[in-house]
């Protein structure tokens, strides 16, 4: 209970309080501009919190990073460019919206359902906080490889509209993803003697290069602005309408947030696909699922609840074993030695304080980013009568700028554009490239934890409760379109 | 009158031109390595991304070198290939000395002893400057495994550990101590780096696993991890009650060859390198630098506070240690170390 006290009095303090506005300030910059991502963000300011209080140095790192999902989804909406990876779900839908003047609407659902997201996520990380290590230590290869076998069956989703070039396209991304060092093996696939191509496609330039620069390329092509009709649906009573359309689908919001959590829960399993995940199961379980892609307010919701939330996911297992859920919670993991602590086992019997002040920090740097963009988001939303000639060389520099500064290395900006192309492609074509970018993450983990799990468990690792829990749902849920169709047809 | 002028001001310039080249020439046949390096910028290189390791040991000696030096000193991350890709760019990159890398000795040794891909230099051709750190591997068990002792391992049907991947300083390590000890092990690669192996062991999906002693020491201090032995001849400062592997098993000497050899390479371990054409006055005042900052009792006292102790090994001392370990596994012996550490139990 005084840890408690002492966390809260720790994040009250004037020093902490400055430095989270100061870090949610940076962290929603970043997230407007594209290729600017919360890694890079965190791994650009880790030097500076050298000699900073414990608790004060990590919680600004938190809340940089935090909220550039946040100020990502702005770019996304409007310009129909995500901001960061982790927004490339909210495209979809978010650009159609603001296409046809509804950009306020989907700015307004998009901003509140990061807020109630990320707050869910802080709720869900303070309550576990007590029982954390069991939790984690329940996750073995076994349950890893089920759930990116789930993960997979949602490509199938994605690409109901078309299923053969959905299923193809996925297939393009799993076999992308075979490129580089086999991680089983430790042999490098198809790297050509090229040292840039040992670790196989980078995850950055891949998913910016597909969904960001087919995007600048059609935003270049457009005489006008991206809204047609004018920025008067980006006022502040537009926006306030959209926040109340996540309050409405509150359940929806939960359920989105749910699966961030439990994404980012699990080590390796990648945030980027959460939001995506999230997408696709809301859109299986919509009433209106022909509606996503063309506009709708819930797949705006979706993937933005759930990108937020998943950071308290990827909480957990960083302050429970130091063992970090996300890439970025690698670089927090770096900050925790830089400022003297070890996360670990040890942290949470030792510093109990800064883990409820790093949980409250990530709750309260939510709902300010929110609601600093709502205010902000008429004045922003101006850019989006900049002419498209004039803004997609812009967005065209900060994006391979960015894409560069991740790893200072220049080949990424060639990835950038090898998948660019592609992307371009792709989208003429029509093929899915969600679906490609799905099969490209979760087929690396599947072909390494299906090798862990039987090795380490033998073949019966299936009948385990959680494995065989997920088998009963994908199948279930690969059927149920099928028994839909004939009960249909008996009731005709 | 202009002509004049005009031949006046060219035969000036021709004169100040040639005046400043000889300067110039003279300079750099008299330029001694002090006054080459100040004012200049120097880049270390480091082969993961920020927040590991190397990298955290990098910026703490980063200032401190600056200031020996008298120039700009900036370290920068260049991922990929665990590590390979930083070295490659050493070794191929311009040769003046100015490019450093804080990179696992260890690693390098490896990669090159089971021929890996995307090796394009010759670990005893680098200019090892200075070992900065150094420390054993050890045994560990999971709190709910159950095999107690060493005895228990080597009567065990099977014993599963957790690795990265073939020669990752880990799996290596499993193999040589199961061939030394002859225990029936299988090791399961596949995890995603260290945090990924350890808990692997801790939720008892793995039987055993090794980690270096400071990573270890954590997760044993937390009662995560019990830590059986000390793969090394002598005990280590991360855990000092933590007996080594020749303390609990008689070990003949053919067999405590492979266990030597293991710890050999483990050595040199983490160490600033500079690149093979380096010029060697550069190199000499290089480790000489080394030595003055690694040696000064702020940097250990600040390394220390960090969690980041300095084990420094003087840089010739390190050349010859690497040179040595690499060539005592020649010939017929190199076909056996592969096999033991790249098949036998993998």
Same mark, same amino acid.
Do not use: C, N
């Given at each position: 209970m005084s840890d408690i006290l002492t966390g809260l009095a720790s994040f009250g303090s004037p020093e902490a309080l400055a430095f989270m506005l100061a870090g949610i300030a940076i962290g929603c910059i970043f997230g407007l501009v594209p290729g600017l991502s919360g890694l890079t963000a965190i791994a650009l300011l880790l030097p500076f919190v050298y000699g900073m209080d414990p608790g004060v140095g990590l919680s600004f790192l938190l809340a940089t990073h935090a909220v550039v999902n946040t100020g990502g989804s702005l770019t996304a909406i409007l310009v129909g460019i995500p901001g960061a990876p982790s927004n490339t779900a909210t495209v979809l839908d978010g650009y159609p919206m603001a296409q046809r003047g509804e950009g306020g609407r989907a700015l307004g659902a998009a901003l509140t359902a990061s807020a109630i997201g990320g707050v869910l996520g802080s709720i869900v990380l303070i309550a576990m906080l007590p029982v954390l290590q069991p939790i984690v230590l329940y996750f073995q290869s076994p349950e890893t490889f089920m759930i990116?076998?789930?993960?997979?069956?949602?490509?199938?989703?994605?690409?109901?509209?078309?299923?053969?070039?959905?299923?193809?396209?996925?297939?393009?991304?799993?076999?992308?993803a075979t490129f580089g060092y086999h991680s089983v093996s430790g042999v490098p696939r198809f790297w050509l003697d090229i040292d840039q191509m040992l670790d196989g496609f980078p995850l950055i330039p891949v998913a910016l290069g597909l969904f960001a620069i087919p995007e600048i390329v059609a935003l270049g092509q457009t005489g006008g602005g991206v809204a047609r009709r004018g920025i008067a649906e980006t006022s502040l009573r537009n926006i306030l309408k959209g926040a109340a359309d996540a309050f409405v689908r509150i359940w929806l919001v939960v359920r989105a947030s749910?699966?961030?959590?439990?994404?980012?829960?699990?080590?390796?399993?990648?945030?980027?696909?959460?939001?995506?995940?999230?997408?696709?199961?809301?859109?299986?379980?919509? +009433?209106?699922?022909?509606?996503?892609?063309?506009?709708?307010?819930?797949?705006?919701?979706?993937?933005?609840?759930c990108n937020n939330s998943k950071e308290g996911g990827a909480l957990v297992p960083t302050l429970a074993f130091g063992i970090p859920g996300s890439s970025a919670m690698a670089i927090l993991i770096g900050a925790f030695f830089v400022l003297g602590l070890e996360a670990g086992p040890q942290f949470l019997r030792n510093h109990m304080d800064i883990a409820v002040h790093l949980s409250v920090t990530l709750a309260v740097a939510n709902i300010v980013a929110a609601v600093l963009l709502i205010l902000l988001g008429p004045y922003l939303a101006r850019v989006t009568v900049v002419?498209? +000639?004039?803004?997609?060389?812009?967005?065209m520099v900060t994006l391979i700028v960015g894409t560069y500064s991740v790893e200072n290395n220049l080949a990424h900006v060639l990835f950038l554009i090898i998948f660019g192309v592609l992307g371009f492609l792709l989208k003429e074509f029509k093929f899915n490239r969600p679906a490609l970018l799905l099969g490209f993450v979760l087929a690396p983990m599947i072909e390494t934890y299906m090798h862990i799990a039987s090795r380490a468990h033998g073949w019966t690792f299936i009948f385990r409760p959680l494995p065989l829990a997920i088998l009963v749902i994908i199948l279930l849920a690969l059927l149920w379109p099928a028994v839909r169709r004939r009960r249909g047809r008996a009731d005709r | 009158m202009s002509q004049v002028m005009k031949l006046g001001w060219t035969r000036w310039a021709a004169t100040a031109l040639a005046g400043a080249a000889m300067c110039v020439s003279v300079s750099a046949a008299a330029q001694t390595p002090e006054e080459f390096y100040q004012g200049?910028?120097?880049?270390?290189?480091?082969?993961? #991304? #920020?927040?590991?390791? $190397?990298?955290?040991?990098? =910026? %703490?000696?980063? #200032?401190?070198i600056a200031e020996r030096l008298g120039a700009e000193v900036v370290v920068d991350n260049r991922p990929g290939g665990g590590g390979l890709l930083a070295l490659s760019m050493l070794a191929d990159g311009s040769q003046d000395g100015l490019t450093l890398m804080h990179a696992s000795a260890e690693g390098a040794i490896m990669s090159q002893l089971v021929d890996r891909e995307g090796v394009r230099w010759d670990v005893g051709e680098l200019n090892w400057l200075a070992r900065t750190a150094e420390e054993p591997k050890v045994l560990l068990f999971g709190p709910e495994s159950p095999l107690q002792t060493v005895e228990d391992a080597m009567n065990a049907d099977v014993v599963t550990w957790s690795a990265t991947g073939p020669a990752d300083n880990i799996s290596d390590v499993a193999a040589v101590l199961s061939h030394a000890l002859g225990i029936n092990s299988e090791i399961i690669t596949g995890y995603q780096g260290a945090r990924d192996m350890s808990l692997a062991v801790v939720n008892g999906e793995v039987d055993a696993g090794i980690l270096s002693a400071s990573s270890a020491s954590r997760l044993v201090e937390g009662g995560q991890l019990r830590a059986i032995a000390i793969i090394h001849r002598n005990r280590t400062a991360y855990m000092p009650d933590v007996p080594t592997i020749f303390e609990l098993v008689d070990i003949s000497e053919e067999d405590a060859w492979w266990i030597d050899f293991r710890a050999a390479i483990g050595e040199p371990h983490r160490a600033m390198v500079t690149g093979p054409g380096v010029p060697e006055d550069r190199v000499e005042y290089l480790r000489q630098v080394m030595e003055d900052v690694l040696t000064d009792p702020e940097v250990i006292a600040e390394g220390e506070e960090s969690g980041r102790r300095?084990?420094?090994?003087?840089?010739?001392?390190?050349?010859?240690?690497?040179?040595?370990? $690499?060539?005592?596994?020649?010939?017929? =012996?190199?076909?056996?170390? =592969? =096999?033991?550490? %790249?098949e036998d139990y993998l």
């Open positions: 990116a076998v789930l993960g997979v069956t949602f490509i199938a989703v994605l690409g109901s509209q078309d299923m053969v070039k959905g299923l193809l396209s996925g297939a393009l991304g799993m076999f992308l749910l699966i961030g959590v439990f994404v980012g829960l699990i080590p390796g399993l990648g945030g980027e696909t959460a939001p995506w995940m999230a997408y696709a199961a809301a859109k299986a379980t919509s +009433r209106k699922p022909e509606e996503f892609g063309h506009g709708s307010v819930e797949g705006v919701i979706a993937p933005e609840a002419p498209g +000639r004039i803004l997609a060389p812009l967005l | 200049q910028t120097v880049t270390i290189l480091v082969g993961s #991304p #920020p927040g590991g390791g $190397y990298d955290a040991y990098a =910026r %703490l000696l980063a #200032p401190y300095i084990g420094y090994l003087p840089g010739a001392e390190l050349q010859q240690l690497i040179v040595e370990t $690499y060539d005592s596994a020649a010939g017929d =012996r190199l076909e056996e170390v =592969r =096999r033991v550490m %790249l």
